[in-house]
């Protein structure tokens, strides 16, 4: 991973802010137009607040856990004032002994504009392959 492209910066902020549990430092990532496809209960969000709102229930519902996220397998391409990039994010839930609970694997493409000097995400989009047998998410790599 390349630190000085915004993809790989954005990466790193986002695995810190989940860490954390800081919705305003996740908040701080995205476009007030962010228009993301996430995974996880609803077919879309978007605009800022509802993507926010998103990350409050997130956040409130690991409760005392942390989500560690390991990020691999980056690409990302900039030109001008846009930037792209994917990659395989693992989420993992850490009890407070430093424990594994259970986790989950996912494939990450997001889509990054500068404006007035500063790179943020305007699209999101997280998937997992399907079983064709079974017609469930294969989340385990």
């Not at 995205?30 to 879309?44: C, N, S, V």
């Not at 430093?98 to 694997?105: D, F, N, Q």
């Not at 079983?131 to 385990?140: E, F, I, N, R, V």
Request: charged content about 20%.
């Amino acid at each position: 991973m390349n630190p000085n492209d915004p993809v790989t910066a954005a990466l790193a902020a986002y695995r810190a802010a989940v860490y954390a549990k800081d919705v305003d430092a996740f908040c701080a990532l995205y476009d007030p137009d962010i228009h993301a496809f996430d995974m996880w209960g609803q077919w879309q969000h978007q605009g800022l607040a509802a993507w926010r709102q998103m990350a409050e229930g997130w956040f409130d519902a690991v409760g005392n856990e942390r989500v560690i996220v390991e990020i691999t397998e980056v690409h990302a391409e900039q030109a001008s004032d846009l930037a792209f990039g994917h990659a395989c994010l693992r989420f993992s839930a850490q009890a407070a002994d430093g424990s594994t609970l259970r986790s989950m694997s996912n494939r990450l493409t997001l889509m990054m504009r500068r404006r007035a000097g500063s790179w943020k995400i305007v699209h999101q989009h997280t998937s997992a392959p399907v079983d064709h047998a079974s017609g469930k998410p294969l989340t385990q790599r």
